[in-house]
């Protein structure tokens, strides 16, 4: 177990951070009752997008559920497929990780995740399996400890009596600051097989702007947790800063990063995600059009969105909202100047309750996480529950 170093020295700053709480609004959305306030060496350099194709998406599309795979899960959070189709979901609030059945949507406990202490947005969040899943059935996972939040990987062994099939957790990064608010939490593999994190601000907004601390950030490494050669600066796990609550992660095919982000009061965000470049938090939040920032691709009033997974499909980002209740679509157009492609569209307003996680299923289709049970939801028969849907 080691500490990887974003920059020398900075250990002492991210054991004080961590402790750093604000009354900031919450980075998960609202409760019930309304929005709360205050959610392996060296590696080639990031992927960069390849020209836009021809083929874009229409101007409007639409989504049909196909079916409920599963239903009574408490608390569910990270989303991750295995091959072959079969799905790994985490409980944020219970810290274990159940395999799904992708077809029949029988549940299957691994196990729980030693020394993951929930409270507040904390707990066991984002899950992904690991490029190389084949040969060594290697689980990663980011969650909150009583000091931080850290990622570890485990070995899943099938061969196992279930809910004792999880190894022992190996952290491949510790010192991530926590906060009862805005932890951040999704990883996930990029095509360039390095490993992406998205990091909150704990509510210490500064936390943001300090290219030192992980907090406020995405986060590029290697699967051993190293920072990787073509990040900003070669000593650094940063890749982009000036994040408030980063909780959606996705790459399109031009593999070009994109992720989503919490607002505090006035605008959620959509963000084409560029190495080295500043996205603005605390300075700015929403399109300011201001120099030295980027400005989000798409914005929402924090009532329609709270945006936590998102996913690419059929050429629109898919993006799950919390204290929205809907999901939105986002069609994509593959020029930097040119997104989106034609204003966004929301599904499934309010039927569904809050939308956690979204993950592409293969094709047109895409799975889709609720996330009623997590204390700010009104929780109805069968929640949680994951969803197929057909997009087109």
């Not at 997008?49 to 639409?62: M, N, T, W, Y």
């Not at 601000?201 to 073509?230: F, N, W, Y």
């Not at 609550?245 to 992720?259: H, I, P, T, Y």
Request: net charge negative; aromatic share 6%; with cysteine.
């Amino acid at each position: 177990m080691r500490t990887p170093a974003l920059r020398k020295g900075v250990v002492a700053l991210l054991a004080s951070a961590s402790l750093l709480l604000s009354a900031c609004s919450s980075g998960d959305g609202p409760a019930a009752g309304g929005r709360a306030s205050s959610s392996a060496g060296a590696a080639s350099a990031p992927p960069a997008s390849a020209s836009p194709s021809a083929d874009l998406p229409p101007a409007k599309g639409s989504v049909e559920v196909v079916k409920t795979l599963t239903e009574g899960l408490a608390s569910p959070w990270g989303l991750a497929a295995l091959p072959g189709g079969d799905l790994l979901v985490s409980s944020r609030d219970e810290a274990t990780i159940t395999r799904i059945d992708g077809e029949s949507g029988k549940k299957t406990l691994l196990g729980s995740v030693p020394g993951v202490a929930p409270e507040g947005e904390g707990g066991l969040l984002g899950l992904a399996v690991a490029p190389t899943y084949g040969a060594d059935h290697l689980v990663y996972a980011y969650f909150t400890t009583e000091s931080d939040n850290r990622i570890v990987r485990l070995q899943y062994d099938e061969k196992k009596p279930a809910g004792q099939q999880l190894g022992a957790p190996d952290t491949i990064l510790r010192g991530i600051p926590k906060g009862a608010v805005h932890n951040g939490g999704r990883i996930a593999f990029g095509p360039d097989r390095m490993l992406y994190a998205g990091t909150g601000e704990t509510g210490d907004t500064g936390l943001a702007q300090d290219t030192s601390s992980p907090a406020g950030k995405i986060l590029r490494m290697t699967p051993d947790g190293e920072p990787v050669h073509g990040n900003p600066e070669a000593d650094s796990l940063v890749y982009s800063y000036g994040h408030r609550n980063v909780q959606g992660l996705a790459w399109d095919g031009r593999k070009q990063l994109w992720a989503a982000e919490f607002g505090q009061n006035t605008w959620d965000e959509l963000n084409r995600i560029e190495p080295g470049r500043n996205y603005g938090w605390p300075d700015v939040e929403g399109r300011k059009g201001e120099s030295g920032f980027v400005d989000p691709v798409a914005q929402w009033k924090t009532s329609e969105a709270s945006p936590s997974g998102i996913a690419y499909v059929q050429g629109s980002i898919w993006m799950a909202g919390l204290g929205g209740e809907r999901l939105w679509r986002i069609p994509l157009s593959g020029k930097a100047d040119g997104e989106p492609l034609a204003a966004p569209q929301a599904f499934l307003e309010g039927k569904y309750g809050r939308l956690r996680t979204v993950l592409a299923a293969g094709g047109d289709m895409l799975w889709l996480v609720t996330s009623n049970t997590d204390g700010r939801g009104s929780p109805t028969s069968g929640d949680d529950r994951i969803l197929l849907l057909k997009v087109r």
